[in-house]
T-cell receptor
Framework: GAVVSQHPSRVICKSGTSVKIECRSLDFQATTMFWYRQFPKKSLMLMATSNEGSKATYEQGVEKDKFLINHASLTLSTLTVTSAHPEDSSFYIC??????????????FGDGTRLSIL | QQQVKQSPQSLIVQKGGISIINCAYENTAFDYFPWYQQFPGKGPALLIAIRPDVSEKKEGRFTISFNKSAKQFSLHIMDSQPGDSATYFCAALHWSNKLIFGAGTRLAVHP
């Protein structure tokens, strides 16, 4: 159980393009979803937290107009990288947890999206 | 201070040996401590986790030891196998539901 699916797994596109990444919880209701960015050989850096039906909370230094997050249902969150540039190239990973309000809920991660901007 | 310090950065172990990775934290607002295993090009997978009211948890070849007073916890991989070669991240869950990750340990198990 607790499967999180992320799509696409890899995207290569031209500078200036907007890219949408989907994150789905397949067998549980994800009241909270998280978006991370990971640079090569580095740890995961939290970008934003989204709760179903409400606006995402962005970490300091993350541009909310550049990284648009939508969490419209209990099983789907999307991250849109708007007007992507080469410096946005990275590995983006989502995670999901359920049972909002309950303590100690583990986060389950998707397999990530490798974004390459030419 | 929301920080989790992890060591070593890299680790080489012979097949059959014990791999030990250590983590330390400062913030007492953490209440759940998971370990994640990540293979190249994949997302982290939850390996094992412990709550602060427990001093040790074992699942198969993987054991977490937790020292609440010292604010330290460690992962032991017994009988390490080449298939265990991956990057391991310790983490701490803050009451705000944010996971704070350690820097990661790249484990290589040689045959």
């Amino acid at each position: 159980g607790a499967v999180v699916s992320q799509h696409p797994s890899r995207v290569i596109c031209k500078s200036g393009t907007s890219v949408k990444i989907e994150c789905r919880s397949l067998d549980f209701q994800a009241t909270t979803m998280f978006w991370y960015r990971q640079f090569p050989k580095k740890s995961l850096m939290l970008m934003a937290t989204s709760n179903e039906g409400s606006k995402a909370t962005y970490e300091q230094g993350v541009e909310k107009d550049k990284f648009l997050i939508n969490h419209a249902s209990l099983t789907l969150s999307t991250l849109t990288v708007t007007s992507a540039h080469p410096e946005d190239s990275s590995f983006y990973i989502c995670s999901a947890s359920g049972n909002q309000g309950a303590a100690n809920q583990p986060q389950h991660f998707g397999d990530g999206t490798r974004l390459s901007i030419l | 201070q929301q920080q989790v310090k992890q060591s070593p950065q890299s680790l080489i172990v012979q097949k059959g040996g014990i791999s030990i990775i250590n983590c330390a934290y400062e913030n007492t607002a953490f209440d759940y401590f998971p370990w994640y295993q990540q293979f190249p090009g994949k997302g982290p997978a939850l390996l094992i986790a412990i709550r602060p009211d427990v001093s040790e948890k074992k699942e198969g070849r993987f054991t977490i030891s937790f020292n609440k007073s010292a604010k330290q916890f460690s992962l032991h991989i017994m009988d390490s196998q080449p298939g265990d070669s991956a990057t391991y991240f310790c983490a701490a869950l803050h009451w705000s539901n944010k996971l704070i990750f350690g820097a990661g340990t790249r484990l290589a198990v040689h045959p």
